[in-house]
C-alpha cells in the first residue's frame, strides 16, 4: 500500500484539500452552534483562505515546472538572465497565493498596494494556467494525430518544449494589462427599457437604478465607490437598488469607505439585498444596521409598496430575498423564504423581486410566476477569461435581460465592479439604468 510520503506533490495537495473541505463542512453543521461568533467568522474565512490555497499548490507545481524546470535542463539555464527569472517566477506565485489572505489581514478605506499586487498576480496566474493547459493539450493532440511522438528529434523537442512556456507568458501578460486597463474605467451606463405587466400608467417611465457586486473589500475602496455614487446621482434615479455582495469585509473594519452610500436621495427610497458574500463576512446584522444609517432599506426576506408619486392609489410590490448561500452556511435566522418575502404581495399587482443570484430568480419563478419582474446580479458576466465559460454554464440567466413566459423578465447585472481581482477580460463594469414600462 502506498504511504502519504510516497505520493507525489499534487496527490498531497489533493488529499490536503479535500481535508480542509471535510473540516468547513463540520464546522459549518456540527461546530455551527457551538462556536462563538467572532471565532465562527474567522474560522470560515481562513478554512476558505487554505482550501483555495491549496489547490492552488496544484496549478502552481505545472507553472514551476514548466516555466523553470523545463529551462534548468537546457543551455538558458547558465545564462544571467535565469536566476532573475527563477526568482521573478517565485514571486509570482507567491503573491498570487497570498491574495486570499488580504481578506483578513488587509482591508482599510483604500486597497493597500500590496493587495492589488496580489489579485493582480491571481489573475494573471488563472490566465497563465489555462494557457499551459491548453497549449499543452494541443501538443498532445498533434503529436497524437501526426504520430511523430516518438520519432522526433532531440533539437527540435526542447525548442517546442520552450515555446509552450514562453508563449503562455507573453499571452497573459497582453491579456493581463488588457484586463486591468479595462477594469480601470468607470462603468457603462446601460439604460435598458422593460415592460412591467400590470404597472400602473402614472408609474410609466419610472427609472430604477441597479448595482450589484461591488465588493468593497481589498481590491475597492472609498474612491471607486464614490465614482459609482457620483455616475448614480447624475442619473436621478426614482429608486436605487443594490441587489448584493456590496462587501467582502466587516462593517466596523471599512466603514469609512461606505460613508459615499449616504448621499444616495433616490425619491422613491435605496434597497438592499444580501449576496453570498455578505454571509461569508458572517457580519450581516452590523451591515443592515449600517446601511440602515445610510437611509438604505435591507429587504430581508420582506417587501415594500413603491406607491406613485401621482396617485396614492397606484403602486407595485418591490420584494427582497436573502441569498441562498445562507442556507448552505446555516446562518440564522437568515435564508431565501419566498413566501416571507411576498406576503401580502398579489398578482393584481406588478411584483418586482430582488434576488442575488440567478439560480434564486429561477427557484422564485417555479414558485411564483406571477412575478414580473426579477433583478439579479452574482455573475459579474464571468469577470474575465477564461471564467466566462464557467459563469455561462453554472447559472440559467448568465447576464442582460431574458424573457421567461408572457409576462416576465429577468435582468442580470454583470456586475458594477469586481471581485478581487482588478481586471474585466470578455466584460463589462455596469450600472444599469431601467426604465419601468406600463403595458
Known amino acids: 500500500m502506498i504511504s502519504f510520503k510516497q505520493l507525489p506533490l499534487e496527490a498531497k495537495a489533493a488529499v490536503a484539500a479535500g481535508v480542509i473541505f471535510f473540516s468547513m463542512i463540520l464546522s459549518r453543521s456540527y461546530l455551527a452552534e457551538q462556536l462563538e461568533f467572532r471565532t465562527r467568522r474567522w474560522l470560515l474565512r481562513l478554512q476558505m483562505a487554505l482550501f483555495a490555497n491549496v489547490l492552488m499548490l496544484i496549478g502552481s507545481l505545472h507553472v514551476w515546472r ?123 451606463v446601460n439604460s435598458v427599457e422593460i415592460p412591467v405587466h400590470k404597472l400602473p400608467s402614472t408609474m410609466n417611465n419610472l427609472k430604477v437604478v441597479l448595482l450589484s457586486d461591488i465588493h468593497l473589500g481589498p481590491t475597492v475602496g472609498k474612491t471607486k465607490l464614490a465614482m459609482i455614487v457620483r455616475m448614480v446621482k447624475a442619473l436621478k434615479p426614482d429608486i436605487t437598488v443594490i441587489v448584493g455582495d456590496l462587501t467582502d469585509s466587516e462593517a466596523e473594519i471599512i466603514r469609512p469607505a461606505v460613508e459615499p452610500l449616504g448621499e444616495l436621495n433616490s425619491p422613491l427610497g435605496t434597497y438592499f439585498v444580501t449576496g453570498n458574500h455578505e454571509y461569508y463576512t458572517s457580519d450581516v446584522s452590523n451591515w443592515f444596521e449600517l446601511l440602515k444609517s445610510f437611509n438604505i432599506r435591507p429587504l430581508h426576506n420582506e417587501n415594500v409598496k413603491i406607491v406613485s408619486p401621482k396617485s396614492t392609489d397606484d403602486w407595485f410590490c418591490l420584494a427582497g430575498v436573502d441569498d441562498i448561500e445562507a442556507d448552505a452556511l446555516r446562518y440564522s435566522g437568515h435564508g431565501m423564504d419566498l413566501k416571507k418575502a411576498l406576503r401580502d404581495c398579489s398578482s393584481e399587482h406588478a411584483i418586482v423581486l430582488l434576488a442575488h443570484q440567478p439560480i434564486a430568480a429561477k427557484w422564485a419563478l417555479q414558485e411564483r410566476p406571477d412575478i414580473n419582474l426579477i433583478l439579479s446580479g452574482h455573475t459579474h458576466g464571468g469577470q474575465m477569461f477564461p471564467l466566462n465559460a464557467g459563469a455561462y454554464f453554472l447559472n440559467p440567466f448568465f447576464v442582460g435581460l431574458y424573457k421567461v413566459g408572457q409576462n416576465t423578465f429577468v435582468y442580470v447585472s454583470p456586475g458594477t465592479m469586481y471581485f478581487g481581482i482588478p481586471m474585466r477580460l470578455g466584460s463589462r463594469a455596469e450600472i444599469t439604468e431601467i426604465i419601468l414600462r406600463s403595458p
Not at 491574495?99 to 493587495?115: G, K, M, N, R
Open 66 to 188: 514548466s516555466t523553470v524546470t523545463t529551462f534548468s535542463r537546457s543551455s538558458a539555464a547558465n545564462s544571467f538572465c535565469f536566476m532573475p527569472w527563477k526568482v521573478a517566477v517565485f514571486m509570482f506565485l507567491a503573491l498570487a497565493h497570498s491574495s486570499f489572505f488580504t481578506l483578513l489581514f488587509l482591508v482599510a478605506e483604500e486597497p493597500y498596494f500590496f493587495s492589488l499586487a496580489a489579485y493582480t498576480c491571481l489573475g494573471a496566474y488563472i490566465i497563465l494556467i489555462f494557457f499551459l493547459f491548453t497549449l499543452g493539450s494541443v501538443e498532445q493532440a498533434y503529436k497524437f494525430l501526426a504520430g511523430r511522438g516518438a520519432k522526433a528529434g532531440t533539437g527540435n523537442k526542447n525548442s517546442r518544449t520552450a515555446m509552450k512556456p514562453i508563449l503562455s507568458v507573453m499571452l497573459t501578460i497582453v491579456l493581463t494589462v488588457v484586463g486591468l486597463l479595462n477594469a480601470s474605467r468607470p462603468p457603462a
